[in-house]
């Protein structure tokens, strides 16, 4: 898990990502209490000038609950690792079948658009052809997945190949 390894400071996004990570690497489904013990416990001393304590903690929490009750899949699918290396880039998470993968870039921001066609849609091109390279026709696609506003989160499977993610790649629950 990524333990904020850059320079980066502790953002909402940075906690949702951490969040989402811890929980994943546990390797089972968390309830409501444990995202809220963990949201506390990802910001005991946080401090903005900008937004109260509780908002930022409700954002933090509404973007981990998102991914769990939206985009985390259930069997024959497991989590391989989080934050992984590949190339000069960090996966966010990465799923397999047991025979293919997928990437899942997690965009926790509020401006979907960017995150999809903007810098967000450059990267989640980069990881495309990242993954095409390294796993050829085992590459089931990176999904560009847009917590905040989930309706609009898609799957690449090709650089600049976006199209809605299908429902065998979305949480049963969704």
Avoid at 83 to 90: K, L, N, T, V
Wanted: with cysteine; aromatic share 8%; net charge positive.
């Amino acid at each position: 898990m990524n333990k904020n390894l850059t320079s980066e400071p502790l953002t909402a996004g940075v906690l949702v990502h951490r969040g989402i990570c811890d929980l994943l690497q546990r390797g089972t489904m968390p309830t409501t209490v444990e995202i809220d013990r963990l949201v506390v416990s990802l910001t005991p001393s946080t401090k903005s000038p900008n937004v109260n304590d509780r908002a930022f903690r409700q954002r933090i929490g509404a973007g981990i609950r998102s991914y769990f009750w939206r985009f985390a899949l259930g069997r024959p699918w497991h989590v391989v690792t989080t934050e992984m290396a590949i190339g000069d880039s960090r996966i966010d998470v990465v799923w397999s079948d047991g025979y293919r993968y997928l990437f899942d870039e997690v965009k926790s921001g509020l401006v979907t658009q960017l995150a999809i066609e903007g810098s967000g849609g450059r990267q989640t091109d980069r990881y495309a052809r990242l993954g095409r390279h390294y796993l050829g026709e085992r590459f089931a696609g990176v999904r560009c997945l847009t917590l905040l506003d989930p309706t609009r989160a898609v799957l690449k499977s090709a650089p600049g190949v976006g199209q809605p993610i299908p429902v065998d790649l979305l949480a049963e629950a969704a």
